[in-house]
């Protein structure tokens, strides 16, 4: 792609330059109706009020004008305000973000990823919406809106935890490292479904990959460098 004023590159995202993303399992609108950036998200989808921000992308609630169905969008700058390394690094990062999800497909324990938008500035992914909140700030990890007592039993957090851990399989199965398991990327559907979010440290490797990979640290650093992992008390 062409870099920008600030070194960062520019151009098309989402085309067959970069990492492809199976048909069968999703729909990426890069096709040239004269800007060379496709389908507008605009065309399809009403986009509402914000429902999450992280370091590098905005996640607000949309509207599908063709099937009435809420959504998440994430919507990720292509000239983001503090990533330091190369803007091709930061490319990729984007591209596998992106790519991880819209390849898994319809998993049980996965947000699931509908499309991908691309413009000038930005790209934008269509998900899955959760909106019951993350692993632990929820009131499903008690059970409470099955009538429990909102005390956690052995086999309610048993059975979080399997859900969780079907989660990473699924990914790995799929060739996807997740690279930052945390509750805080765990989050609730409405009907109360935990499902995994957030690929923007995923990494794509094949199983003859694994030994010849050089060992590196990935997380959250407060998360990686801690001797507990997991703030559970």
């Known amino acids: 792609g062409r870099a920008g004023g600030d070194g960062t590159e520019t151009g098309r995202w989402l085309s067959v330059a970069g990492p492809s993303v199976s048909s069968s399992t999703s729909s990426s609108k890069v096709s040239d109706d004269g800007d060379g950036f496709g389908e507008r998200l605009e065309d399809r989808y ?17 509207f599908c004008k063709s099937t009435g169905k809420i959504v998440a969008v994430k919507t990720v700058q292509k000239r983001p305000r503090h990533f330091t390394g190369r803007a091709s690094l930061y490319r990729i990062k984007v591209q596998t973000e992106f790519r991880a999800p819209l390849s898994l497909g319809k998993r049980l324990d996965v947000a699931y990823a509908y499309e991908a938008f691309e413009d000038a500035a930005s790209v934008h992914l ?12 929820s009131s499903y990890l008690a059970g409470e809106e099955r009538g429990g007592d909102g005390g956690y039993t052995e086999r ?9 851990l079907r989660s990473v399989v699924q990914c790995h199965l799929h060739g996807i490292v997740y690279r930052d398991v945390k509750p805080e990327n765990f989050l609730w559907t409405e009907k109360g479904h935990l499902k995994l979010t957030d690929f923007g440290l995923a990494a794509f490797c094949k199983e003859d990959e694994v030994s010849r990979r050089p060992r590196e640290m990935s997380g959250t650093p407060h998360l990686t460098r801690s001797p507990r992992p997991f703030p559970f008390g």
Do not use: I, N
């Open 126 to 137: 269509v998900l899955e919406l959760c909106s019951g909140g993350t692993l632990l700030t």
């Open 46 to 62: 009403d986009v509402g009020r914000t429902v999450g921000k992280g370091g590098y992308g905005v996640v607000r609630e949309a």
């Open 156 to 164: 309610r957090v048993a059975s979080v935890l399997r859900s969780a």
